[in-house]
């Protein structure tokens, strides 16, 4: 048997750029066309597919999961659950796309319910993501076994993108985008109609920066942000003194700031005695 000498970079080199561009476009990265990555494409699909419209019942959350696993998404049970889940939690998205039924987590960090415990259906704001379908708005691809066709992006009239923004980590590339307000989005595309050449300035009469969920104050150098798509933005929360019943109010937290840290470091920093004034 004859044997062949080959480098090792030779090898290395396309093995790794074909996995590093399966993690970007298959898992981690949004795609920019409908702003959802793979499984979130799967989960919206698989639900508007099998009927579970927001007018409809909700189904329990394991039979869903179970759909999606079967059908679309090979992956394990617990990682579609949970995507599925952080779809609902309005203290995480800005715009839910899937209503839950049952505990599904809390800001303070707490977990959902197993899976056989909730239920859930989709938002009528995702079913703006999905109509149009048979229409053949869109290219479809086979599954992953060949016995059903998928989807390879939604119709999505729904700037999910834009209005709910996406992070991830991929090979090589990372992607961090805030959500911002549906009406701010609404108002700048009737701009962009209006007047095609705006420019970021004319946008940002428009669009006063990202919206949270949580509310709270936001800044940054937004004209650098949205015009080279990098930059850094700083969240605040919101307190409210009342002076009469010597009381601070905390109105708002940071986004993706578990309520329950927030408490204990303020505890933390009154016996340590960095917070002086504080009686309870």
């Given at each position: 048997m004859s044997t062949k000498k080959v480098e090792i970079n030779d090898i290395i080199k396309p093995a790794f750029l074909s996995y590093a561009m399966s993690t970007i476009l298959e898992r981690a990265i949004s795609n920019v066309l409908d702003g959802l990555k793979p499984v979130h494409r799967r989960i919206l699909f698989s639900m508007f597919n099998d009927g579970i419209l927001h007018d409809k019942a909700t189904r329990k959350s394991a039979y869903i999961v179970g759909g999606i696993i079967g059908r679309y998404h090979p992956h394990g049970d617990v990682s579609v659950y949970d995507a599925s889940v952080r779809m609902g939690q309005d203290f995480n998205i800005r715009y839910p796309m899937i209503v839950g039924q049952g505990n599904f987590g809390s800001i303070d960090n707490d977990p959902p319910?197993?899976?056989?415990?909730?239920?859930?259906?989709?938002?009528?704001?995702?079913?703006?993501?999905?109509?149009?379908?048979?229409?053949?708005?869109?290219?479809?691809?086979?599954?992953?076994?060949?016995?059903?066709?998928?989807?390879?992006?939604?119709?999505?009239?729904?700037?999910?993108?834009?209005?709910?923004?996406?992070?991830?980590?991929?090979?090589?590339?990372?992607?961090?985008?805030?959500?911002?307000?549906?009406?701010?989005?609404?108002?700048?595309?009737?701009?962009?109609?209006?007047?095609?050449?705006?420019?970021?300035?004319?946008?940002?009469?428009?669009?006063?920066?990202?919206?949270?969920?949580?509310?709270?104050?936001?800044?940054?150098?937004?004209?650098?942000?949205?015009?080279?798509?990098q930059g850094l933005l700083h969240i605040y929360g919101k307190i409210e003194q009342n002076e009469k019943e010597h009381t601070l109010t905390i109105t708002s937290i940071p986004y993706q700031t578990a309520k329950s840290a927030i408490v204990s470091q303020i505890a933390q920093f009154v016996r340590d005695g960095k917070l002086l004034g504080v009686t309870d």
């Open positions: 319910a197993a899976m056989r415990y909730t239920e859930m259906r989709l938002s009528a704001l995702a079913e703006e993501m999905l109509y149009d379908l048979e229409k053949n708005t869109v290219p479809f691809i086979p599954n992953f076994d060949g016995t059903v066709k998928e989807p390879t992006i939604l119709p999505a009239k729904f700037p999910f993108l834009m209005a709910n923004g996406s992070s991830g980590i991929a090979v090589g590339f990372s992607c961090d985008f805030p959500p911002h307000n549906l009406n701010e989005i609404a108002d700048a595309l009737l701009l962009e109609l209006k007047k095609p050449k705006s420019t970021i300035d004319d946008i940002l009469t428009i669009i006063k920066g990202p919206d949270f969920p949580l509310g709270g104050i936001v800044s940054g150098d937004f004209k650098t942000i949205y015009s080279t798509g």
